[in-house]
């Protein structure tokens, strides 16, 4: 009787990780940006604009949204007309990219929004929420852009994003209206070192991280350089 219980368990034990082992097959395929995925949305926006006279294949949001999660792509409008399925990376099929055009104006561009990134503001932003929608300030960084003391609004250690980017962990900051941003000032930093062109002042130089990169940075305030040439929010 032993011998069958166990003979059983071990058979509902491989079951179980042979079921595991094929979602998470899949959950790598829907966290990496694929350079042919891209292309291929890019074609299918392309051949959506020819098709109706230059209207873009993008949902409606309001235009005091972030910048770059303000024109995301409605796939409907473009699958199966003009592309054959949903990339596997994307929001809608489970991935954590969500899709966005870029310079809507001159040039629309595809790029990816990282939805981890939302994923841990959000967290903050429940805290701050059980705290009466209030976060305490443990330090000024810049004009309306605080620290949040992390200790007394519940977390064990300070809450970060891993960078699309770099890797890094970066932290985040708190505006005076409330609102959580990613800070990416360490890997605009790294970029300024190596961008060889000329900056004018109180230029937003956001534009480093994203320029060779298929991810833009999301949820982030605006930025400029010092006068030694270092990052600072532009406070606007």
Same mark, same amino acid.
């Given at each position: ?8 368990l071990l ?13 998470d097959?899949?959950r790598?395929?829907s966290q990496?940006p694929h350079?042919?995925?891209?292309i291929?949305?890019q ?7 020819n098709?109706?006279g230059?209207?873009l294949?993008?949902k ?11 024109y995301? /792509?409605?796939?409907s409008k473009i *699958?199966?007309?003009h592309? =054959?399925?949903?990339?596997?990376? +994307? ?5 954590i990219?969500q899709y ?5 104006e ?7 929004v990282?939805?981890?990134v939302a ?5 903050v932003?429940?805290?701050k929420s ?5 976060a305490?300030?443990s ?7 605080y620290?949040f003391?992390h200790?007394l609004?519940g ?7 891993t960078?699309?980017y ?5 932290p985040?900051? /708190?505006?005076?209206?409330?609102? *959580?941003?990613?800070?990416? =000032?360490m890997d605009?930093?790294? +970029? ?6 000329e900056?004018e ?8 991280l994203y320029e060779d990169?298929?991810?833009v940075p999301?949820y ?12 600072i929010?532009a406070n606007?």
């Amino acid at each position: 009787m032993k011998k069958t219980v166990l003979f059983s368990l071990l058979i509902t034990a491989l079951f179980l990780l042979s079921a595991c082992a094929y979602p998470d097959s899949e959950r790598a395929e829907s966290q990496i940006p694929h350079e042919d995925q891209l292309i291929s949305v890019q074609d299918g926006v392309n051949k959506y604009r020819n098709a109706s006279g230059g209207l873009l294949p993008i949902k409606t949001r309001d235009m005091e949204v972030d910048q770059y999660i303000k024109y995301p /792509i409605d796939f409907s409008k473009i *699958v199966p007309a003009h592309m =054959s399925e949903i990339p596997p990376n +994307a929001f809608e099929t489970g991935g954590i990219f969500q899709y966005v055009l870029t310079d809507v104006e001159e040039n629309p561009t595809v790029k990816l929004v990282d939805l981890r990134v939302a994923d841990a503001i959000r967290s903050v932003n429940i805290r701050k929420s059980a705290n009466g929608g209030k976060a305490p300030i443990s330090e000024i960084i810049s004009d309306n852009v605080y620290k949040f003391n992390h200790t007394l609004m519940g977390f064990k250690e300070e809450p970060a994003v891993t960078s699309p980017y770099s890797g890094r962990k970066l932290p985040m900051v /708190i505006t005076g209206s409330g609102e *959580v941003f990613v800070d990416y =000032s360490m890997d605009l930093y790294s +970029a300024l070192q190596e961008y060889e062109g000329e900056l004018e002042e109180g230029q937003d130089i956001r534009f480093l991280l994203y320029e060779d990169s298929p991810i833009v940075p999301a949820y982030s305030l605006p930025y400029t350089i010092d006068e030694n040439g270092e990052p600072i929010f532009a406070n606007e």
